[in-house]
């Protein structure tokens, strides 16, 4: 994994022993709780968060997520590159969803690379869906968090939603869709290029990742140089976060700083 590469950093960073900068603990918003104050400490408050999560109105936490959500709601093609945690993949997917309930789009269309090396997974067992299942496990968690897990379920069952690998992708016209293909730090620039043109009429496409912790062989991803290329076409959102922006376990931004 490539060490993350000098950045400026948020106001109110501290100075370790061998001078380098530590991020505070969640910083700008230290009275924040991404749970929400439903729980109250009961196991009561807990089940029905649970139960009613998918419910839940998903509001920025801070300026970068509401660039992103307002890029998202203004371009039909946006990428979003950060750090881990900023919530690039949530909202995105948090989108796909309201898109789709508002009758905007007919079908969300999910992918993400099945191993860092490439799409080598015909060895594990099952059908596509079973090989590609863990892979894909961040994505429809998050699709199960805003539309629960019992329509999620009747919704791939319908090819509503779909998952598949970014190889076959290839080929493909994806209109009336919601496309968000996640992790593309680890794809290289031929197969960014590619999954760029499978938008179709009528449709969103969202690419996240974090150029900086890609799982590729040096110079081998793509999605700084596609970022950098795309910055410049207008139609095109490219919205970049900071590890000011991270919404995890507040020791994730910490860390990042000096990792």
């Known amino acids: 994994m490539a060490k993350r590469s000098s950045k400026t950093l948020p106001s109110g960073v501290t100075t370790a022993r061998d001078g380098s900068t530590v991020l505070p603990l969640f910083p700008n918003r230290s009275g924040w709780d991404p749970l929400g104050s439903s729980l109250g400490g009961s196991a009561q408050g807990g089940s029905e968060r649970r139960d009613q999560s998918y419910l839940r109105t998903v509001k920025p936490q801070n300026p970068n997520q509401k660039a992103l959500m307002d890029a998202i709601a203004a371009h039909h093609l946006v990428v979003a590159i950060g750090p881990a945690g900023t919530g690039k993949t949530y909202l995105a997917i948090s989108a796909a969803v309201e898109a789709l309930e508002r009758g905007q789009v007919d079908r969300i269309v999910l992918s993400r690379p099945a191993l860092e090396a490439g799409e080598s997974i015909g060895f594990l067992p099952g059908d596509m869906h079973e090989k590609m299942a863990p892979f894909l496990r961040p994505l429809t968690d998050a699709l199960s968090e805003r539309m629960g897990a019992k329509r999620l379920r009747t919704l791939m069952a319908d090819g509503t939603i779909e998952v598949a690998p970014i190889g076959y992708m290839r080929g493909r016209t994806l ?85």
């Not at 043109?197 to 793509?222: A, I, Y």
């Not at 410049?232 to 976060?241: D, K, N, P, S, T």
């Not at 900071?242 to 700083?257: F, K």
């Open 175 to 259: 209109n009336n869709a919601f496309v968000v293909i996640d992790e593309a730090q680890n794809c290289t620039y031929a197969q960014i290029k590619m999954l760029l043109t499978r938008l179709g009429w009528h449709s969103t496409m969202v690419l996240t990742g974090d150029p900086d912790q890609t799982d590729l062989l040096d110079h081998l991803s793509g999605l700084a140089d596609i970022a950098q290329r795309l910055d410049r076409v207008e139609g095109i959102a490219v919205v970049r976060l900071t590890e000011g922006d991270i919404v995890r376990h507040p020791l994730v931004a910490s860390m990042l700083t000096v990792l």
